[in-house]
C-alpha cells in the first residue's frame, strides 16, 4: 500500500550502532476526507524501517493513524513518539522474557495466561516503585521473604 496524496510532511534518521545499521522514514499526510467520517482521526503516518546487519537487509512498512493535529503531528514528534512505543515495548518485553521466563510458560488455556502477565506486570511496577532491578528484586525474595512481601504492601 502506498500513500495516495502527498504527504505533507516526512523525515528520514539512521542510527548505526550494535553492528547494525537502521533507517527509519516517517511519512505524515492529514487525513484523507473519505475517511473524516471516522472520529478522532487527523493524520495518518507510514514509517519504512530498512535494516542492514551482517551483510543482510530487512525492510519493512507499518502504517498507523493519530488524532494528534498541529505541531503535536510533526514528522519529527511521530517518529519520536514511534521509537518511544518500542523502547518501552522492548524494555517491558526483555524483563518478562528475561526475569520471569515468559516465553517458557506452560499456561494456555482460559485466562490463565492474561492473569499471569497481570501478575508480572505488576510485580514490574513495584519493582520499580522500589528503585529496584528486578534480578535483585528476585534475589531479595528468595531470601528476605518477608520483607519483599512488606514492601508489596507499602507500595
Known amino acids: 500500500m502506498q500513500f495516495r496524496i502527498k504527504p505533507s510532511a516526512s523525515l528520514t534518521t539512521v542510527d548505526k550502532g550494535h553492528g547494525r545499521v537502521e533507517e527509519r522514514t516517517l511519512k505524515v499526510m492529514p487525513v484523507p ?3 473524516k467520517e471516522w ?3 487527523n493524520h495518518i503516518c507510514q514509517v519504512t524501517r530498512s535494516r542492514w546487519e551482517k551483510g543482510k537487509e530487512t525492510n519493512e512498512t507499518v502504517y ?3 488524532s494528534l493535529t498541529g505541531e503535536r503531528a510533526s514528522a519529527e514528534n511521530l517518529l ?3 521509537r518511544n512505543h518500542w523502547a ?3 524494555q517491558l518485553h526483555r524483563v518478562r522474557d528475561t526475569t520471569f521466563n515468559e516465553d517458557r510458560s ?3 488455556k482460559g485466562s490463565s ?3 499471569m502477565a497481570s ?3 505488576t510485580a514490574i511496577q513495584v519493582i520499580k516503585k522500589a528503585n529496584l532491578t528486578p534480578a535483585h528484586a528476585l534475589h531479595l525474595g528468595s531470601r528476605f521473604p518477608k520483607q519483599v512481601l512488606k514492601l508489596i504492601m507499602e507500595n
Open 80 to 82: 519520536l513518539l514511534n
Open 119 to 121: 501478575l508480572r506486570n
Open 106 to 108: 506452560t499456561l494456555r
Open 64 to 66: 498507523a493513524i493519530t
Open 33 to 35: 476526507k473519505h475517511l
Open 113 to 115: 495466561p492474561q492473569l
Open 88 to 90: 518501552i515495548e522492548n
Open 39 to 41: 472520529p478522532g482521526i
